[in-house]
C-alpha cells in the first residue's frame, strides 16, 4: 500500500527521514573514492608539490608492471584450479568427491597472507625441506645444489592463487550444476568426448560465471599487502605504502591510489562485456540435471589427486606449519599482547559489521520506500568500497578525518579549556568506518536479496491497519529475512578479521588486532609468536567456510 498525501499543485513533497538517510549513507560509502581523487589532483589546483613526474620516471612502471603480471598470473591460475575442480566435481563420481566439494572451500578460511608466511617457513634455506634436502645428499651449503627462489613474483602468484581460487571454484561449479543434461546427453552422442564436452558445451555456458570468479580473484589481489611485502613484490598497493609512510608524501599516495581504482574499473568493464558477449538462456520447462558420470580405475584416483592438490597448498600446507608453531609456542597463547589484539578485533569487528548490516538495512528498505531516483541511483554505487583496495580507502579517510579531527579537538578545547584529543583518528573510529565501507556491498546484497523475498502484500497490509514505517520494517521484515541478515553479519565479521591493508594504515598507535600481530611477527622473522593469532583467524573464517558449504549444498 502506497502513501498517498494530498499536495497543492505545483508543490513538492519533502523527503522522507528514510530517503534522506539513505542518501546520506551512500555518500558516507562513496566519499572516500571521492577523496582519493581530491587529493591526487591536489598539487594541480594549489601548486604544492607534485611527485607524479617523478614516480611516472622512476618507481611507477616497477609497481605497475609487477601488478599487471601478478594479476595475470593469478588470473590464469585461479581459473585453471576453480574451473577444473568445479567440472571435475559436478560432472563426476569418484573416492571422496562428496568430502572434495566442501574441502575445496577450507582455502578461504586462510589469509594469503598467512600462506606466504608458512610456504617461506617450510622452503626457506633454514627450513626442513632444505635442511632434509642437504642432510639427504650431503650438500654443505646453498653454492652445492640449485633451488628455486621463495620470496618471488612466481611464488606470491602461487600463494594468492591457492587462497583464491574457491571464488572460481564456487560460481563455476553453481553454473555447471545448472546446466540442462540435454546438452551433453545431445554431445555425447555425436560421438563427443570429456574433454570435448568440457570445451563446447560446459565452459561457454559457465564462461560469465568463471569471468566473474577471475575478476574478484584479482581485485582480491590488487588489494593485497601482507603477500607481496613478504615477498619483496613492490606492486601498486606497497608503493601507496613507501611512497606516503616513508616518502611522506600523501598525493603521491592518492595518485597511485587513483591508479589501483582505474585498474579496477577496467576489470569491472572487462567482465560486464564477457558477460554480454556470453550470455546464454535455459529454459526452465523440462529441464533436467546433468547425470555424472562415474570415474573408475586410475581415472577415479587421478580425479582425486587432482581435487585434492588445491586443498593441499591452499590450506592443509599453512595449516599444518602454523600449527606446528602454535603448538610448540605454547606459551605463546597467554602472552597479554595476543590477548588484547584478540579483544580488539572482536570488538572493532563486531561494532564494524553490526553497523555495516545496520546502515544497510536502512539503505535498502529507504530505497524501496522512496520513489525518488537518487536514492536508486546511489545504491548500486555503494558496492564499489568491496572492489576498492583498503589501503586506497585508507588514504581516502585518514588524510580529511586527520583534519577533521584537529579541527574538532580545537573547537573542543576552546570551549571546555581541556585537550581532548584526537577522538576520531586517535580511536578505532576510523577502523570501523573503513570495514564498513569495504565490506558494504556484502551486507547490502545481503539486505537486498532479503527484502526481494518478502512478499509485496504483507507490508501493504501491514501499513493498511495503521503500522508505521519503522514498525512494518521491525514486525513484517525482520522476523523473515533476519537468517539472511545473520548470514551477513557473519561474513562481513569474518572479512573484517583478515583485513590487513586499511588496517595498518588506519589502526591507532599501539592498536594491534590478530591481523597487524600475524603481519608484525612474521616481518620480524617470529613466526611461533605470530602462529596463535594466525590461527584464531583461520577459525574464524572457517566459521563462514562452514556457512557457505551449507548455503551451497548440493540437493
Known sequence: MVDVTTQRPGRLRPPSGWSVGAVLIAAVVVAPILSVILIALAPLVTGGENVWPHLVSTTLPRYLRNTLWLMAGVGVLTASMGTGAAWIVARYRFPFDRWLDYLLLLPLAIPAYVGAYALVDLLEYAGPVQTGLRGLFGWQSARDYWFPEIRSLPAAVLVL??????????????????????????????????????????????????????????????????????????????????????????????????????????????????????????????????????????????????????????????????????????????????????????????????????????????????????PRLLMPVTSIGYAAPGAVLGVGLLIPLARLDNGLADVLEGLTGQSVGLLLTGSAFALVLAYSVRFFAIAQGAADAGFGRVSPSLPMAARSLGRTRGQVLGTIYYPLIRGTLASALLLVFVDCVKELPATLLLRPFNYDTLATRVHEQASLENLGEAAPAALLIILVGLSAVAFLARANREV
Not at 591457492?162 to 564456487?170: C, E, K, S
Not at 574433454?195 to 580473484?217: K, T
Not at 608503493?239 to 600523501?250: M, P, V, Y
Request: proline content about 3%.
Open 161 to 374: 592463487s591457492a587462497a583464491l581460487y574457491p571464488y572460481v571454484y564456487l560460481l563455476a561449479r553453481a553454473a555447471f550444476r545448472e546446466q540442462a543434461g540435454a546438452g551433453e546427453e545431445v554431445a555425447m552422442s555425436l560421438g563427443v568426448g570429456a574433454f570435448g564436452r568440457f570445451r563446447r558445451v560446459g565452459l561457454p555456458l559457465a564462461r560469465p560465471a568463471i569471468a566473474a570468479g577471475v575478476a574478484v580473484a584479482m581485485m582480491e589481489t590488487v588489494n593485497d599487502f601482507g603477500t607481496v611485502d613478504y615477498f619483496a613484490v613492490q606492486t601498486l598497493t606497497t608503493g601507496i605504502f613507501s611512497t606516503w609512510l616513508e616518502s611522506n608524501n600523501a598525493s603521491g599516495a592518492a595518485q597511485i591510489a587513483c591508479v589501483i581504482l582505474l585498474l579496477v574499473v577496467v576489470l569491472v568493464l572487462l567482465e560486464k562485456a564477457s558477460r554480454r558477449r556470453s550470455r546464454f538462456y535455459t529454459g526452465a520447462r523440462g529441464l533436467r540435471p546433468v547425470r555424472k558420470h562415474r570415474l573408475t580405475g586410475w581415472r577415479a584416483w587421478s580425479a582425486t589427486v587432482l581435487c585434492a592438490l588445491p586443498v593441499a597448498i591452499g590450506f592443509v600446507l599453512p595449516g599444518t606449519v602454523i600449527l606446528s608453531h602454535g603448538w610448540d609456542e605454547a606459551g605463546a597463547w597467554t602472552d597479554p599482547a595476543l590477548l588484547k589484539a584478540l579483544w580488539h578485533t572482536l570488538t572493532v569487528g563486531g561494532i564494524a559489521a553490526l553497523v555495516t548490516v545496520l546502515a544497510a538495512v536502512f539503505l535498502v528498505y529507504g530505497v524501496r520506500l522512496t520513489g525518488r531516483a537518487l
